[in-house]
């Protein structure tokens, strides 16, 4: 329910971000599932100080680290994992792959290793113009390699970049 969440003093870990309609709140991580629209995990992001004592932190980071704890109960399960910006990265891309999971999300600043400027110029200059990117990623066994794919599409001025582990149709 929302008791408490009016009410600053009842709310776990307030955090101020200046972008959001409502700059004062609770700022959480949740997992959903597409076809029920059930949040399935949730984490409140309680503050760098917190985050270090987190399963995977200091192997993987902070974002690929709360990704993985996200779906930990799925890992191995082929399900694929659909991220916003703040979880899209070749990183967490590669680390769900070796758990037995696909990524694909949207990349706008998390661009370590990404071809993000090759992708901008490849992709044509109407709106609806796309291009694709693919290579293989080497897993950590080493002895595998599957394809990773860089997209990008055209919406008006803008270029969209995406990371996927599978295939980029249907």
Request: charged share 25%; with cysteine; glycine share 12%.
């Amino acid at each position: 329910g929302r008791e408490g969440l009016g009410d600053p003093k009842k709310c776990p870990k307030l955090s101020w971000v200046p972008r959001k309609p409502e700059p004062l709140g609770v700022e959480c991580k949740c997992t959903n599932d597409a076809l029920s629209g059930m949040m399935l995990h949730i984490e409140i992001c309680e503050g760098k100080l917190r985050h270090i004592d987190q399963k995977h932190y200091h192997e993987f980071g902070h974002t690929t680290a709360t990704t993985l704890r996200m779906t930990e109960p799925w890992h191995g399960s082929g399900r694929v994992v659909f991220g916003d910006s703040w979880f899209a990265g070749l990183k967490t891309a590669r680390e769900l792959l070796e758990r037995g999971m696909h990524f694909i999300g949207d990349v706008k600043t998390n661009r370590k290793s990404f071809p993000g400027n090759e992708l901008t110029m490849a992709t044509g200059k109407g709106s609806g113009d796309w291009a694709v990117y693919s290579a293989d990623l080497e897993l950590g066994n080493q002895d595998e390699l599957v394809p990773i794919y860089s997209v990008s599409q055209r919406r008006g001025g803008v270029v969209h970049k995406f990371i996927a582990t599978c295939g980029t149709t249907l």
